[in-house]
T-cell receptor, first 113, second 111 residues
Framework: EAGVAQSPRYKIIEKRQSVAFWCNPISGHATLYWYQQILGQGPKLLIQ????????DSQLPKDRFSAERLKGVDSTLKIQPAKLEDSAVYLCASSSRFGNEQFFGPGTRLTVL | ELKVEQNPLFLSMQEGKNYTIYCNYS?????LYWYRQDPGKSLESLFV?????AVKQEGRLMASLDTKARLSTLHITAAVHDLSATYFCAVSWNSGYALNFGKGTSLLVTP
């Protein structure tokens, strides 16, 4: 069974630029999560989808971050414009249903200069 | 606000020794997770604990959950170098079971 796929793996941009990350969850997993992991900390939830609907985006900085999962499978997370403090690893996770273990992708390491 | 606290945050131990990592959380939750993360890698699921008194074991690692005390432990038996990694506990906090993570315990096992 293929795992959670993410791309790109690394991205370096300058502040005020835009960036987008892509995630393909495990086949059949209805629930998809985006987490932000700053160096030395645990991951923090940004947004959670159930199929193509948003379950929780209370911790998403909506003035600059957006995410979508239009067909209930792949998801895209966008930052526009990026700030220095957005430098982090962005992790995508999926689970077959609420409460089951979450499987994490390899992450996208973002550096904002 | 749900808080998850791990201790210790850093742990250096000799091979062959035993040790316990503690995870406290501030509000009621019905499940707790342990993950492992190697440097530069993603998170690997170790255990999902679903009820009070739950105990799970895999190799040299054993996890337990006391929901009344809001405490989980990860016990390491006879540590080996391959266990060197960062260990996170996480508690589900919203209706969608999103995870709130602790800061992680960075474990180094030395000869």
């Amino acid at each position: 069974e293929a795992g959670v796929a993410q791309s790109p793996r690394y991205k370096i941009i300058e502040k005020r630029q835009s960036v987008a990350f892509w995630c393909n969850p495990i086949s059949g997993h209805a629930t998809l999560y985006w987490y932000q992991q700053i160096l030395g900390q645990g991951p923090k939830l940004l947004i959670q989808f159930q199929n193509n609907g948003v379950v929780d985006d209370s911790q998403l900085p909506k003035d600059r971050f957006s995410a979508e999962r239009l067909k209930g499978v792949d998801s895209t997370l966008k930052i526009q414009p990026a700030k220095l403090e957005d430098s982090a690893v962005y992790l995508c996770a999926s689970s077959s249903r609420f409460g089951n273990e979450q499987f994490f992708g390899p992450g996208t390491r973002l550096t904002v200069l | 606000e749900l808080k998850v606290e791990q201790n210790p945050l850093f742990l250096s131990m000799q091979e062959g020794k035993n040790y316990t990592i503690y995870c406290n959380y501030s509000t009621t939750s019905d499940r707790l997770y342990w993950y492992r993360q190697d440097p530069g890698k993603s998170l690997e699921s170790l255990f999902v604990l679903l009820s009070n008194g739950a105990v799970k074991q895999e190799g040299r690692l054993m996890a337990s959950l006391d929901t009344k005390a809001r405490l989980s432990t990860l016990h390491i038996t006879a540590a080996v170098h391959d266990l060197s990694a960062t260990y996170f506990c996480a508690v589900s906090w919203n209706s969608g079971y999103a995870l709130n993570f602790g800061k992680g315990t960075s474990l180094l096992v030395t000869p």
